[in-house]
């Protein structure tokens, strides 16, 4: 399949007073855009092993930004190109197949600059969502340290309470304690009535 350039090698335009091919005209701006898609292909493949990697993060979003203002570059330039071709075209200096090239060119520029400007926007927006998920696991955290501080408090409470339920039933010779682990939060009730039959036997 031909390139969809090579009908454009024709098409000569005028800058600053100078007739420049086409082509010749856009190999800077289409050189430096490739060079930018294949450091953000080496970017992403640096994310998938580390995504947490800042710097690359960093990278990947002034990459972005980079191919945007590329793309919008090459759109300034083919519309401001656009008249002299249309007028080459009507005064029949030019073929049918190279002026729809020319009109392809302009179509897929435009297609860039958006594909560019969609790009640098869901990068923005997954960097923002990744921020929140990491505040809120941070609040997460946080809340879970202070509930497993208060379990602490609350076990050690619960199992002073055990050793002294233990040492009147002893005593009292009336009960036998046997099976029982730990105690939680989750058996205050529970351990209230055994309590208070603990504190009946004694």
Do not use: H
Request: positive net charge; contains cysteine; hydrophobic residues 35%.
């Amino acid at each position: 399949m031909a390139s969809k350039s090579s009908n454009i090698k024709g098409i000569t335009i005028e800058i600053g007073g100078d007739v420049t091919p086409l082509n010749k005209a856009l190999s800077s701006v289409n050189s430096e855009s490739k060079g930018i898609q294949s450091q953000l292909k080496a970017v992403n493949e640096l994310l998938k092993f580390d995504p947490t990697n800042t710097e690359a993060i960093a990278r990947k979003q002034e990459l972005l930004t980079q191919a945007l203002e590329k793309s919008k570059e090459k759109l300034d330039f083919l519309k401001k190109a656009q008249a002299d071709v249309e007028a080459q075209f009507k005064a029949g200096n030019m073929g049918e197949a190279e002026y729809k090239a020319f009109q392809t060119q302009v179509t897929y520029a435009e297609a860039s600059v958006k594909k560019a400007e969609k790009a640098v926007d869901d990068f923005g927006k997954e960097c923002s969502e990744s921020g929140k998920n990491a505040k809120g696991a941070g609040e997460d955290s946080e809340k879970a340290g202070k509930k497993a501080k208060q379990s602490g408090e609350d076990a050690k409470n619960g199992g002073n309470g055990w050793e002294k339920f233990g040492n009147m039933a002893k005593s009292a010779g009336k009960i036998a304690v046997a099976g029982v682990a730990a105690i939680g939060p989750g058996t205050a009730v529970a351990g209230k009535k055994i309590w208070d039959m603990a504190q009946e036997v004694g």
